[in-house]
């Protein structure tokens, strides 16, 4: 990539998952089973210990990898049990950066089963494949290869 083609800019994306659910049950597996379900492929570290979302105010969402090491992903700015999720976070050059993301998900109950919506803004150091990425992390976070799959299976 050449430097001419990075800017400074705005990558927004937005990304919705039907779960077969109720949202309750969606709502605990997004905040208390993070471990579970998030892809062993999606982790930084080499060998994780776990991945934990503290979902209260200012609460962290981050891998542990155990004695005190970890990568803090994002800091939780706003709960509203079982609907609203916020987050914001950095990303470093070796992730891309210098950029801040913000992230709000909510979930909605619609005819027994549960949308997860993210949208996700992500300012900073931003090119032609930010928004891409962002979507294509999105949905297999949210949607087969993770959130969905671990309740769909967990659900009779």
Do not use: C
């Amino acid at each position: 990539m050449t430097q001419a083609s990075i800017g400074v800019g705005v990558a927004r994306v937005e990304v919705e998952v039907t779960i077969s659910a109720p949202r309750e049950r969606v709502w605990k597996a997004l905040v208390e089973e993070t471990g579970q379900w998030w892809p062993k492929d999606f982790y930084v570290g080499r060998e994780p210990k776990g991945f934990i979302l503290e979902a209260r105010p200012g609460g962290r969402m981050y891998e542990d990898w155990g004695n005190d090491a970890g990568a803090l992903w994002y800091t939780v700015l706003v709960v509203e049990p079982p609907a609203v999720l916020e987050l914001a976070g950095h990303l470093t050059p070796s992730f891309g950066g210098p950029a801040t993301t913000t992230a709000r998900l909510t979930l909605k109950e619609e005819r027994g089963a549960t949308v997860v919506r993210v949208e996700d803004a992500v300012f900073g150091r931003v090119d032609e494949n930010t928004s891409p990425r962002l979507r294509e992390g999105w949905r297999t976070l949210m949607g087969s290869g993770g959130l969905k799959a671990y309740v769909e299976k967990q659900t009779p």
